[in-house]
Every structure is written in C-alpha cells, then in structure tokens.
C-alpha cells in the first residue's frame, strides 16, 4: 500500500520560508511517476503547486515559481517542498501526492498524504 | 494558463437522486482531465481519469465523459457517503489547475 506522510513545521513567520518533506512508502520514487505538491487554504480550494521527479527535474505553477524549490532524495525515498517569502496568504493545509504517470503522461493524483497544515503567522 | 469552472457551485440533493456536475475548460484538454472527491478534513480521492476512466475502487455508480472543453460527473443514485466536495483537475497543461469545486450537499 502506498502510503505519503507530510512533515515539517506548522507556524511560520512573515517573510520566512516553509519547508515540508514528503515521505513515501510503499513505492519507490525512482519509479516512473511525478510527485506532486497541493495546497487548500482553509475552506477553500485546492491549487497545484508544482510537481517533481526522482532526478530533480521539475514543472511549477507559474504564481509560485519564483518562491518555491521542489527536490528529491532517492536515497531516503522523499521528496521535498520550500517556499520563500510567505505571507499569510501562504496559511494553507499542504499535500503530497503521487501523479500516476500512462503513456508519458500524468493522469491523475492517485495517493495523497493527509496534509500538513502550515500557519504563517508571528 | 488553462481555467477551470465548475457548476453548479452548490448542489442539494436526496438519497437515491441521479446528479450530475459540470467542469468546463477554458480551451481545448481533449480528455485530459481528472475527477477527485473530498470529505471534510481528509485528502481528496481520485475517482475518474482521463475523462471517462474509473479509477479502481471506485463505486460504477460514478461515470464521467466529455472531451476538449466541456466535462461532466454523474453519480447515478446518490449514497449517504457520497456527500461532499468534488474537485475537476486538467492534465493538458501546466500549471494543472483544479476547479473551484462542487458541494453536494443532502437536500
């Protein structure tokens, strides 16, 4: 069973960086799939953030670019997330999730972690 | 950017009522679209792939179709457990945006 697990600190302050790891179990990241990042500001929607590959090859959602960094440690089978800068606006519960990957192409985010929220707050 | 509007925004519905959400893009995904479901402080769930295609698990009572701009998910018979927020998802292009959402709410 494939099994995601979001960690990292739940406060942040203004103009500091959030950081999460993802840890995977049940698969290997240096498998053929893409491991993404999804954020849900409380009671509201979600939005993708980006996603990563084993070897560190990235794609982004362009509102977040220029913040965020997105990287893989084959080795501990984690992926890993950092955002820059972060405002209130950035008080989000965040996701990891597996992007099942058919033919060269994502299709979908079929195993989630449970969330971690972050709150950016002094 | 590709956007995603869903509608309705909110649907009340009963037990048993055959239901149906709208997920329109703002250009062409030919069927490269996703479904998920969530429940009140869980992870979203993914129900339906590349527009049509059932995830494994997942009750036959769900169905999707559609192709390039304009997609629907119908539920057949409402279940108890079927009641919550449902989220669209594009794959054409990145940025892979989400829809704003769909509440189903019990009438």
């Known amino acids: 069973q494939v099994q995601l697990q979001e960690s990292g600190p739940g406060l942040v302050k203004p103009s500091g960086t959030l950081s999460l790891t993802c840890s995977v179990s049940g698969d290997s990241i240096t498998n053929n799939n893409w491991w993404a990042w999804v954020r849900q500001p409380p009671g509201k929607g979600l939005e993708w953030i980006g996603e990563v590959y084993q070897f560190g090859y990235t794609n982004w959602n362009p509102s977040l670019r220029s913040r965020a960094t997105m990287s893989a440690d084959r080795s501990k089978n984690q992926v890993f997330l950092k955002l820059t800068s972060v405002t209130a606006a950035d008080t989000a519960v965040y996701y990891c999730?597996?992007?099942?990957?058919?033919?060269?192409?994502?299709?979908?985010?079929?195993?989630w972690g449970q969330g971690a929220l972050v709150t950016v707050s002094s | 950017d590709i956007q995603m509007t869903q509608s309705p925004s909110t649907l009340s519905a009963s037990v048993g009522d055959r239901v149906t959400i709208t997920c329109r893009a703002s250009q062409t995904i030919d069927d490269w679209l996703a479904w998920y479901q969530q429940k009140p402080g869980k992870a979203p769930k993914l129900l339906i792939y590349?527009?049509?295609t059932l995830e494994s698990g997942v009750p036959s009572r769900f169905s999707g179709s559609g192709f390039g701009t304009e997609f629907t998910l119908t539920i057949s018979s409402l279940q108890p457990v079927d009641f919550a927020t449902y989220y669209c998802?594009?794959?054409?292009?990145?940025?892979?945006?989400f829809g704003q959402g769909t509440k189903l709410e019990i009438k």
């Open positions: 590349k527009a049509s």
């Open positions: 998802q594009q794959y054409q292009t990145y940025a892979y945006a």
């Open positions: 999730a597996r992007s099942r990957i058919m033919a060269d192409r994502g299709v979908g985010l079929d195993y």
